[in-house]
Each structure stands twice: as structure tokens, then as C-alpha cells.
């Protein structure tokens, strides 16, 4: 006879065994057993779950290639060869699944492609041997990067005065009238003939004879400045000369009387 039965419980799992716990109502022509009011019943049923086991072959890197025949662990390539292993197919060190370029040789360096051979900012430069990009300027050195021929911190591309130490903000120096070094606003003497000048741009007379070094003869010896700035030589004569003198004179008056 047909019947229809829901139930409400709990499973309780047992080793490899399932119980529900619980009561149950059946519609039917038969009331269950241990009889619970009209057609109702209490009980215990047991369950026993049967699995069937996997046929997959266990691959723990998941790149397709069974464990027991794998013989490069990489899971996070699935481009391999039958062994396994993350293939290269243009052979330039970089596997396909990094190689941006799989199909072309390239180098590491750019990702498994090709080492462009361009100029991009056209300073004759290389690409790949440039170390700055600078496409406003292409006054640069074996690298690529601006010269600063004087050394003052601003490249020739921008130097107004690319062969002169400047500090002014286009890369020249300070006016200097008189080309003695030092700048106007702090020269004191104005003097283009002579630059052999002191912090105030003023003459120096290293022997303090009057004479400034550019016209002294002798810088380092105080002299007269109708001597150039040179000592005076003094006629000095030694008894001796003397002597010799007197006596060729006196001979030559002899010689005359005889």
C-alpha cells in the first residue's frame, strides 16, 4: 500500500554511520510502530553513506600533468610541456608564461621581447643604452643625460653660458666689467688692465712699496716707484779698486815724464 511519511529530528553521525533522531507522520493505510497518536510514530533510522572514490589522477599543481610523471612544481603556469615544466618556446630563457613576446626572442630585461632599437626622444641615444629621457634636449653624453660642461648645475640645453661657471639663474656669471673676477656689485676698483686683485677687486701690492703687483718688477721687494718697484742699486767701491786705480794712474804719469 502506498504512503507518504515526513519527518523532523536530528543526524547524529557515528564513524561511517548517520542516525536521525526524531518523530515522523505517515499517510497512509499502516500506522509506523510504537504507536504516537493517530497514525504517527517515533523512531530511530539509520543511514550508512557510500562514496565512490575520484578516478582523477592526482595533480597538485594543476597544470594538467599528473603528479607521478610532473617533474616541475609550478602552479601558477599551466603553459608546460608533457613532463610538466613551463615550456620556452622561442628559447630566450623566458618561459611562455612570463614572455610578453612567446613568439619572439627577446631578453629578460624587457619582459621576453625584443630590445627596441629606437630613439624616442631623438637625442641619438639608443633606447636601450639611454639612462635619461629628455626630448627637450640633445646636447647629452654617452648615456643619454644633459652635459654640464662648466659644472654649474644647470645643463647646457638651459645654460645661456654653457662654457662659463655661472651663478645667476641662466647658467652665466655676474657682470664683470673689468674681467677681474670679481663681480661688480662687490668690485670696489675698476680696473681691466690688471687682475691681480684683492677680495674687493682692488690691486694688491704684496711688498706694500706703493707699486701694485701688476706694475711692480719686483713684487715681493719693496722698491722705489721710479725703479718699477725694484730697489735701488747703490755704487759701492772697496779699497782695493781704489788702490789698483790710483796706482795706474800714478804709473801712467811716470811713463809721461820719460
Known amino acids: 500500500l502506498a504512503a507518504a511519511e515526513y519527518g523532523m529530528g536530528k543526524v547524529v553521525a557515528i564513524g561511517d ?4 533522531v526524531g518523530g515522523s507522520r505517515r499517510f497512509g493505510a499502516h500506522d509506523g510502530f510504537l504507536p504516537y497518536g493517530d497514525n504517527e510514530r517515533l523512531g530511530l533510522s539509520i543511514f550508512e553513506w557510500v562514496s565512490t572514490p575520484s578516478t582523477e589522477p592526482a595533480d597538485a599543481d ?4 599528473p603528479d607521478t610523471i610532473d617533474q616541475c612544481h609550478n602552479p601558477g603556469c599551466k603553459s608546460v610541456t608533457s613532463r610538466g615544466c613551463p615550456k620556452d618556446s622561442d628559447n630566450d630563457g623566458v618561459i611562455d608564461c612570463d614572455d610578453r613576446c612567446p613568439g619572439e626572442s627577446g631578453s629578460s630585461s624587457n619582459y621576453g ?7 624616442s626622444d631623438n637625442d641619438g641615444v639608443p633606447d636601450n643604452q639611454d639612462q635619461c629621457y629628455n626630448p627637450e634636449c640633445n646636447l647629452v653624453d654617452s648615456t643619454g643625460c644633459p652635459l654640464n660642461s662648466d659644472d654649474d648645475n644647470l645643463d647646457d640645453c638651459k645654460d645661456q653660458c654653457p662654457d662659463q661657471y655661472g651663478e645667476q639663474s641662466n647658467g652665466c656669471p655676474l657682470p664683470d666689467s673689468d674681467g677681474d673676477m670679481v663681480p661688480d656689485d662687490q668690485d670696489q676698483c675698476y680696473n ?3 687682475s691681480t686683485v684683492d677680495v674687493n677687486g682692488c690691486p694688491r701690492d704684496s711688498d706694500n712699496d706703493g707699486v701694485n703687483d701688476c706694475a711692480d718688477n719686483c713684487p715681493n ?3 722705489a716707484i721710479t725703479n718699477n718697484g725694484c730697489p735701488q742699486q747703490s755704487t759701492q767701491f772697496c779699497a782695493g ?5 790710483f796706482m795706474v794712474f800714478l804709473g801712467g804719469i811716470l811713463v809721461k815724464r820719460k
Request: glycine share 12%; charged share 20%; aromatic share 4%.
Open 17 to 20: 554511520k548517520d542516525f536521525l
Open 113 to 119: 621581447c625584443p630590445t627596441a632599437a629606437g630613439d
Open 62 to 65: 594543476s597544470d594538467g600533468v
Open 192 to 194: 681691466p688692465e690688471c
Open 221 to 223: 721687494q719693496a722698491g
Open 241 to 245: 779698486t781704489l788702490l789698483i786705480t
